[in-house]
């Protein structure tokens, strides 16, 4: 017991000077950039949706009421058939009944010609022969149609206004400086061998201040749909599925081209434990970095965005300043191997996940250059692997 | 457990939008000539019925008869007809499958020939209009070793019963691949197309099997191998006139339990039960059953899993749900509704020390699931009518459905006579069942669920009620 404190004190001794690591993860949302700029004039949108499905509400109730008249009226003719029917069961009963009779007398006839033994031993087992005769038919009424509620579900009925609505540009209000006009068209099913094959052809048109400045086709390809035949599948629920898949696209289009759309994503940024006050610049490195991501909110406006990217560029020049004096060579200097892998993940892991390539690039071949000196464990050499990965990605 | 049914009847109603009045009117009671009969209603028309009855689990070598009797509006029976399968030697032929058409029963049934070396596969036709009983065809057959190597036989309609298959897993052989051969006619029992397939699994002796037959004559046969080790597999086998695919779909912790053909109009697909877990155990002999992880939608066509979800109803506990088999698959629209149900027995000998067996079945809980044609789950609901019978006992069990008005109408026996919507929206209590004896004493009674008929364009159901050994026909109308 007394070799294991002395242990303890000896070990505690050596790693004295060690520094520990902490670490903050913050949440924030990342914005991608747009493929094309619009001019920065442009802040409002707007979006107008043509179809071919003019199908109201007030039509399918009309029409399922329709249907329900004609349910009505056939109704009738199958009321009419039950009466012939009836009237053919009633004329048919009296020779059911004279069969019976015939079939009743011959069974009769063969038991009689039965020994008395084997009669009693008939009777006994309930098998003597006894005249059944069919009850007279009642007239009985088939079943009335009962009226249910059209299943809105199954046509084709679209709200143009509320198709438009949900299309939105992320990074902008509704106005009117941009117009986005999709003029979709209906689904056209094509027969080949026993398959069916689709086609939709949709038009975006994108007119930014009374002039067009683009215009895009979508769903134009012919695309396979199913094995069977067109004659025997729901056409209507592939197209109502269809007409969503289009604007869904052309949604993704749009923003992909011209929105700044803010994907979530969180961050983990280190920082040695400061309770001697000897590592105050990297505590507030910390503090600035952390503070920006949390200005990086999903409303969070382009103002805001710039003033949160200066806020880490200044966390950036803290920690860079401080890389400069890490003693590579020597575990205990104040600033050792531990601050400069610290500082140099937390640079590189925000660069990456900015986007910002040449800056990441820089510090990775700066981390690469001292990689011998910094003594990796296996978990930060994969950390190091992935990173420099998803660099290359960029 | 025998009290607690005697005499109550429940009945679920799906998307009944108001109560209504049921009015039943029952036959004369009546027994059975053997306890061991089991009657199934069919042409069921606004001016009667018929029914017909066979022996079950009677091992009877020498006669097997059918009798069909007619019945009229007032449930008395005038007329009844007696046949007896085929022989084959002195074996007469075991029931497979019978398919009611609009105006025709056909019978199709197998017998085997050691002597002869031979299993025959037969149909004979009753034509209700005229009475009359065809003599019987063989329509199949295949070479056997013996009674014990006589592979397997299946035999199914298609949904719209315009095509019969009959299948057979070939005796085994040690040390190849299984042999197959498939016969697929129409229902005037003309030949469409037979063939013969070796595949690509081992040869077995025993089949765990589902096989089914779409409207257009495809014939899916959903296949589990070798279910008690770490090699098992569930398979999707797709056989056509010139052509069979085996499909492998079980993963290293999904397997397929037992499955239905549903045809939704615009493909068939397969829906049914699944296990997730390294091995898929299965004991064929076990009241408890086997574990039963959830439902799944597959589709043959794209070779897709829609769905697969895993039993979560709001009432109940799912350790309950084991050897769940589907009953029922009805397709409303873009709806499915699937009704599986725990459905396990075991046998053994009679305690008089007689080498006649007691078969014990277990029927319930019931899980009725709502997937949309997508796989989507919609809705799952468990109904705990959980039964344990003795022998014929056993027919008070289960579930029957109806699909009208565009909903579906679940009947069961519970421990009240009530009328209820599938969503428990419009529940209704009902008086129970209430039939008579022959000496005019009052007897409350059960349901025969497998018996239940409906009348196509009426308000009005035929079924058969039990008490003990005591029977009636009833009508239900509203």
Known sequence: ?394 | MRLFFIGLLAIGVLNISHAQEFKIESSKAYKKANPNEVYEVVFATPYGFSTYSYLKNVFLDNTKAINITKYDQQLNAFETKTFNLPKLDLRAADLDKVIELETKLIFISNSMSKKKGVREIYAQVYDSETGAISEHQIIASYAIDSYSKSGQLEVNASEDKTKIVVFANLPYVKKTNEKIKTWVFDNQLQPLWSAAHDLIVDSERAHDQDVNVSNDGVVYVTKRHDYNSKKATSTIITITDNSVSETVISEPTFYVRNTSLVNIGTENLIAGYYFEGNVPKVDYNSLEGNATTGVFLYSPNSKKLLGKHPFNPAEGNVKDLTSIAPLHANVIGDDIYLIGEKQTYTSKFKSDKSTDLDYIYTHGPTVITNLDTKGTLKNMRLLYNDTTFKNENSEKSSIATVVLNGGLKLFYNKNDFTISSYFNTDKVTYNMLATKYESGSSASSYLVPQSLKMVDDYNLIYFVATNGETYWLNKMSW
């Open chain 1, 1 to 394: 017991m007394k070799h294991l404190l002395i242990l303890l004190v000896v070990s505690m001794s050596f790693t004295g000077h060690a520094q520990r690591i902490l670490d903050e993860t913050v949440s924030y949302y990342n914005v991608i950039k747009p493929e094309q700029s619009l001019d920065s004039s442009i802040k409002g949108y707007d979006v107008v949706v043509n179809t071919p499905y003019t199908m109201t509400v007030e039509e399918v109730n009309s029409q399922s009421l329709v249907d329900f008249e004609t349910e009505k009226t056939n109704y009738q003719d199958l009321l009419a058939q039950s009466k012939v029917d009836y009237k053919e069961k009633l004329a048919n009963h009296d020779d059911a009944v004279a069969q019976a009779k015939e079939n009743y007398d011959i069974e009769m006839k063969d038991f009689k010609e039965l020994s008395l033994l084997e009669r009693l031993a008939l009777t006994d087992q309930g098998k003597k022969p006894q005249l059944k005769t069919p009850s007279k038919p009642t007239y009985v009424e088939p079943r009335e149609p009962v009226y249910r509620e059209p299943v809105l579900s199954d046509f084709l009925i679209f709200d143009h206004n509320a198709l438009a609505d949900n299309i939105h540009l992320n990074g902008f209000e509704k106005g009117s400086d941009l117009i986005f006009s999709i003029d979709l068209q209906k689904m056209d099913f094509q027969e080949n061998a026993g398959q069916t094959f689709y086609t939709q052809p949709a038009k975006l048109t994108v007119i930014a201040k009374g002039e067009t400045i683009a215009e895009q086709s979508f769903g134009e390809e012919s695309k396979f749909l199913t094995s069977a035949s067109s004659n025997s599948i729901n056409l209507n629920r592939y197209e109502k599925e269809n007409v969503e898949k289009v604007l869904s696209e052309i949604q993704h289009y749009i923003n992909a081209t011209y929105g700044y759309t803010a994907v979530a994503n969180s961050i983990t940024i280190e920082y040695p434990k400061n309770k001697k006050r000897e590592y105050d610049q990297l505590e507030q490195a910390k503090v600035t970095a952390i503070s920006s991501f949390r200005k990086m909110t999903k409303e969070a406006s382009l103002e805001r965005r710039t003033d949160a990217l200066e806020g880490l560029e200044k966390a950036e020049a803290l920690w860079t300043s401080v890389l400069e004096k890490v003693d590579y060579s020597d575990d205990k200097a104040l600033f050792n191997n531990t601050i400069a892998k610290t500082i140099l993940f937390n640079l590189i892991t925000i660069q990456t996940q900015l986007g910002q390539k040449d800056k990441a690039e820089a510090n990775l071949a700066q981390f690469q250059e001292k990689i011998i000196d910094l003594d990796l464990s296996s978990s930060e050499d994969t950390r190091l692997t992935n990173l420099e990965k998803q660099i290359y990605k960029l």
